[in-house]
């Protein structure tokens, strides 16, 4: 089969580098033909060089590669509600999309749907959740009856208390995954959580009351599926957001990988508990902000990505993040 063309938006973040070194080691299987980054310039240019491919780098850049691209697959990588644009215009070309940003489905998850409905494309989970879900749910092959959403608990699951002294150094000390600054603090505050919450009722039309969230220390298995027959389906692999990317990029097919493999007896244990959500009120946040509908779901996301900036920026605290969530879900816009 021929290589599958790819545009990749977000190149030069985690998720973006990660598809890269996916792509070197299948060269046969897929073909990038744009990156686009809104700046880490060199680094851009430097991907496209490598592998034969344009640079689109600055505002706007993301629309454009893919406006300017015959790929088959868009891979959305950005941060934020910047990946919602080239979202909707990869699904209007008629290419199926590789998502990795979650505020496209929270922002706008409405209309995304109903444009790659229309068109007859595909969306692609990368976050490790979904695409888990994705795999239980293929594989399974029956009605499912509940989604599970394991999340990792982030740096603070055993403490401190008081989280009103951190700062974003020690928000940003991930034990398990390595992501950019945005993600890795919403995964310290569960907003991740939340948002995934919101994600994937958009990607599986499941209702949200039928959504739970266990905390799972170990970030091995990535979510579970629950039939209607009471079987419940895992998927489990090292945290390694590869696995997720080189599924995505591959489906329906998959591919060898030369990375780790899972060893259970060395893992030992796989522990599983509730989420504090006393501690962590992000998740009901977003079950709040679902159930609102409208624009509350575009308020909370909007109110998060704000909020994170400032905190990143010293301006704020870190308690003061949750706050303006709150109160963005309580107003009438931002």
Not at 133 to 141: E, N, R, T
């Amino acid at each position: 089969m021929p290589a599958k063309r790819i545009v990749v938006v977000g190149a030069t973040g985690s998720i973006g580098t990660s598809a890269a070194e996916v792509m070197r080691e299948h060269p046969g299987s897929f073909s990038p033909v744009a990156f686009a980054a809104l700046s880490s310039k060199e680094r851009c240019e430097a991907l496209a060089a490598e592998f034969g491919a344009k640079a689109y780098v600055g505002e706007g850049a993301a629309v454009r590669a893919v406006e300017e691209s015959d790929a088959e697959i868009c891979l959305v990588a950005t941060v934020g509600e910047s990946g919602i644009e080239p979202t909707l215009a990869a699904i209007e070309k008629g290419m199926d999309v590789a998502l990795a940003t979650k505020e496209v489905l929270v922002m706008a998850g409405e209309q995304v749907v109903a444009a790659s409905r229309r068109r007859g494309v595909r969306i692609l989970p990368v976050d490790s959740e979904h695409s888990a879900i994705f795999q239980c749910v293929q594989a399974g092959g029956g009605k499912v009856s509940r989604l599970v959403l394991t999340a990792s608990g982030g740096p603070f699951l055993d403490g401190p208390e008081d989280l009103s002294s951190i700062t974003p150094e020690i928000a940003l000390s991930h034990p398990r995954w390595k992501m950019g600054p945005k993600v890795t603090v919403d995964s310290s505050t569960m907003m991740n959580k939340g948002f995934e919450i919101i994600e994937a009722h958009w990607l599986f039309g499941i209702p949200p009351e039928r959504i739970d969230v266990v905390v799972h220390p170990q970030a091995i298995v990535h979510s579970l599926v629950e039939f209607e027959d009471g079987a419940t389906l895992a998927q489990l692999s090292p945290p390694d957001m590869r696995v997720a990317i080189q599924y995505a990029l591959s489906w329906p097919g998959r591919l060898p990988a030369r990375r780790e493999r899972l060893d259970l007896a060395a893992v030992g244990s796989l522990e599983f508990r509730r989420p504090d959500e006393r501690r962590f009120p992000a998740i009901a946040l977003a079950r709040k902000a679902l159930e609102m509908g409208g624009d509350a779901p575009r308020r909370l996301a909007a109110a998060d990505e704000r909020a994170v900036a400032e905190f990143l920026a010293g301006k704020i605290g870190y308690t003061d993040i949750m706050k303006i969530c709150e109160e963005a879900l309580c107003s009438n816009g931002l």
